[in-house]
């Protein structure tokens, strides 16, 4: 038997929550299957099996939070019955009569019947109290960890003696704990979408009435449970339960870990550690609008999406050329500033587990239409929660579009390793002075605003200036763009 250690799927990270099991005990696994979702501080990550074999113990439990190089599962090669073994008696034509749903372990009953015809007969499994099954799941764990193997009776050559009465045995979870587990702990029969919508909807599945085929709780039960009122006990608040707020609760306490921690601690860092200067611009971007509108109208663009951000991810690189070091770093320990050569730009994106900031890689080098390509697969990822600590690494500057909240614009905080972040402000239809043939008059117009922190260690206000002035140029007339 192998143990499959949590590694270090980051950069120096130490520990992970376990998500999603993608296996059960006694599933075959080959090298590199899939076998369970992590959180770690900076993504979701699924981790391949490096063993092949069956796999005969979870050792972690969902939710649970483990330090980088703690046993989680246990496989080993499939084991075959003894000889002689009698057949488990198990009734798999009726699963819902045997409390069985589709991946879930069952432990049947060993009865044979020493007779002339010396047939084993099959029963079914009866469920019972939840207590009951976690001490009997304990049990059957500790000697049969890849659960009991069936096998045809061999005929012997003695007489007959009479049946013993068979004692039903308890269903057992796929989950084999290398600790005692309480009640609440149990596991609970749930497809992953409905584990993970109650996680998001902070929904204990244990307290649930499941009322799914052989005792499943349903996506109708989450939901349900997510608009009735409930109370959290004492003790779920010190932990950090994360039930629904019930009639009465004054608070709910939420523990802080994986993205959300790390998010947090970087933009501490980086406040404190930085002096931030940030300074803002309104302009008029309705020739930009003009100009997203004219490109979705092109057959190149039609399987991507066009918005104003693809036009000022352009914009932030021209306006570079003029003001490298927007693009730059202060290294503290080397005492130096790195300019860096290339553009790994950031878009910050929230996401249910907290902002991540994946990054577009030498995006200097990309057209306008693989540039826009490369912003749709980033988003898309990121809002599934799938962004790879690959792809948050090695960012030079980052956009932060606030403005699909409606928000006019922030003071944004720049990611740490960088030396500038931009925010891009809600575009909205407002009165604007227009000046034609000199003569000025008010009309509507698509104005935005645009607020750049910068490090004023090594960054002054003219160049600060200048890049916001020239980005904002290229929004205001993007043909201004081919002077760049």
């Not at 699924?46 to 939070?65: C, K, Q, R, Y």
């Not at 029963?123 to 207590?131: F, L, N, R, W, Y």
């Not at 570079?320 to 202060?330: A, D, G």
């Not at 950031?346 to 994106?349: L, N, R």
């Given at each position: ?6 590694p270090?799927v980051?950069?120096?990270?130490i520990e992970?929550?376990i ?6 005990v006694?599933?075959v696994v ?6 369970v979702?992590?959180?770690?501080a ?25 330090s ?21 008696e ?32 099959k ?9 009951a099954?976690?001490?009997q ?15 045809d ?17 308890e269903?057992v ?5 290398a ?10 029969l ?6 993970k919508?109650?996680k ?40 950090g339960?994360?039930?629904?707020p019930?009639v009465g609760?004054?608070?709910?306490r ?5 993205v ?25 971007v309705t ?8 490109l ?17 991810a352009r914009?932030?690189m021209?306006a ?11 290294d503290e ?10 553009v790994?730009l950031?878009?910050?994106?929230a ?10 890689k030498?995006?200097?080098d990309l057209t ?10 980033l988003?898309?990822t ?32 720049i990611?740490p390793?960088e030396s500038?972040?931009?925010?891009f402000?809600a ?8 000046t ?29 200036s200048?890049?916001l002035?020239?980005?904002?140029g ?7 763009a081919l002077?760049?």
């Open positions: 038997m192998s143990e499959f250690l949590l270090d980051g950069e120096g990270l992970a929550e998500v999603t099991w993608k296996v059960k006694g599933d080959a090298i590199n299957d899939i076998v979702e992590i959180e770690t900076k993504s979701l990550v699924e981790l391949p099996s490096p063993f092949a074999g069956e796999v005969t113990a979870l050792m972690v439990a969902e939710g649970d939070t483990v980088v190089g703690t046993p989680i599962i246990a496989i080993g090669a499939p084991a075959p019955a003894p000889a002689g073994a009698p057949e488990m198990i009734d798999l034509s009726n699963p819902a009569a045997s409390g069985r749903v589709e991946g879930e372990s069952l432990v049947g009953r060993n009865k044979a019947e020493r007779g002339p015809q010396r047939r084993a007969r029963g079914s499994v009866t469920p019972s109290s939840e207590a099954a976690n001490t799941m304990q049990v059957q764990g500790a000697f049969a960890p890849g659960g009991a193997q069936s096998q009776v061999v005929p012997a050559d003695e007489p007959a003696v009479p049946a013993v009465p068979a004692v039903e045995p269903p979870s796929e989950f084999v704990p600790r005692a587990l309480s009640t609440g702990e149990v596991r609970v749930a497809k992953p979408p409905v584990r919508l109650a998001d909807l902070g929904i204990d599945l244990a307290r649930l009435t499941a009322t799914g085929p052989g005792g499943t709780v349903t996506r109708a039960d989450v939901e349900g449970a997510a608009s009735a009122p409930s109370v959290v006990e004492p003790d779920e608040r010190q932990r339960g994360g039930t629904s019930g609760q004054r608070e709910t939420e523990p802080i870990k994986g959300r921690k790390m998010m947090a601690s970087a933009m501490v860092g980086s406040a404190f550690s930085a002096p931030h200067v940030t300074e803002w611009v309104t302009l008029d020739r930009t609008m003009e100009l997203v509108d004219r979705k109208a092109r057959r190149e663009f039609r399987d991507v999406k066009v918005s104003p951000l693809l036009v000022l914009a932030v021209l570079m050329r003029r003001t490298p070091e927007i693009n730059s770093f202060w320990s080397a005492q130096e500033v790195v300019l860096k050569h290339y790994n950031g878009i910050a994106a996401t249910p587990r907290g902002l991540v900031v994946p990054n577009v030498d995006a200097q306008l239409l693989e540039l826009a390509g490369e912003l749709n697969q988003t898309a990121a809002r599934e929660g799938r962004t790879q600590p690959a792809e948050m690494s090695g960012g030079t500057f980052t956009i932060t579009n606030v403005g699909v909240f409606g928000v006019d614009a922030g003071t944004p905080i990611n390793g500038a972040i931009l925010c402000g575009i909205k239809k407002q009165p604007w002075v227009v034609t043939d000199g003569v000025d008059e008010i009309v509507a117009r698509h104005v935005t605003t645009l607020a750049l922190s910068f490090d004023h260690r090594h960054i002054d206000g003219e160049k600060g200048r890049f002035s020239d980005v904002a290229i929004l205001e007339d993007p043909a201004s002077l760049f």
